[in-house]
């Protein structure tokens, strides 16, 4: 794609959406990050309606540490994967306490050393909470990427590596959550709606769907 058209894709989505943000519901950076874990292979709608309950009780590396394994596991029990997520979350509590005073760190390599915390949730928690123009391809943004010919790659680092080349300056912040929710909402996996799409004649897609199909 050329440079041309990844500023115009870029006015439109912005246009479309000033404030882009994650739909994962949190008003700290310890939540955020709790919520990322949690939403490892789970839907953000099933997050949030555990940590609606789960927040209000415990919200800290210390509370959440102090509810234990089983105490844990009552709030999150409706999430895929929740017995490791559990286990995780709070051996993260207890090493945010004891390595970093108690607050989410805020360098890349700190939080990757967090048990459960990899590179996409790492760079959710730098752009999400910390402002970071850092890039988290999921399936969505990696499927985006590739279709519209925005960032190509065979690889989520290899794509995550063109978005942060390829996406102007004054965009990187806001793209993360702009493609994510393109990804999500319009270009679908198994049927992108394309008539609806606003960047559609922008996209190197060759099989874009039709209103009439």
Not at 173 to 180: C, P, S, T
Request: with cysteine.
């Amino acid at each position: 794609m050329k440079p041309a058209l990844r500023q115009a894709m870029f006015e439109r989505l912005r246009a479309r959406n000033p404030h882009p943000t994650t739909e994962l519901e949190y008003r700290t950076p310890f939540e955020l990050l709790v919520a990322v874990i949690l939403s490892a292979q789970a839907t953000d709608k099933g997050v949030n309606i555990a940590t609606r309950k789960l927040f209000p009780t415990a919200n800290t590396p210390a509370t959440l540490l102090a509810l234990g394994e089983p105490g844990l596991t009552e709030f999150v029990k409706t999430i895929g994967l929740y017995k490791g997520k559990t286990k995780n979350i709070l051996a993260t509590c207890r090493l945010i306490l004891e390595q970093h005073g108690g607050e989410v760190p805020r360098t890349r390599d700190a939080l990757e050393a967090l048990p459960g915390v990899g590179r996409k949730t790492a760079n959710v928690v730098l752009n999400t909470a910390f402002g970071e123009p850092t890039m988290a391809v999921d399936t969505h943004i990696f499927r985006v990427a590739n279709r519209t010919g925005l960032a190509p790659g065979r690889t989520v680092l290899a794509v995550e590596k063109k978005l942060l080349k390829n996406v102007p300056a004054e965009f990187l912040k806001d793209a993360h959550h702009w493609l994510i929710l393109h990804g999500r909402y319009v270009c679908k996996a198994r049927k992108p709606n394309c008539p609806a799409c606003p960047i559609a004649d922008l996209c190197s897609y060759k099989r874009k769907t039709r209103a009439d199909a």
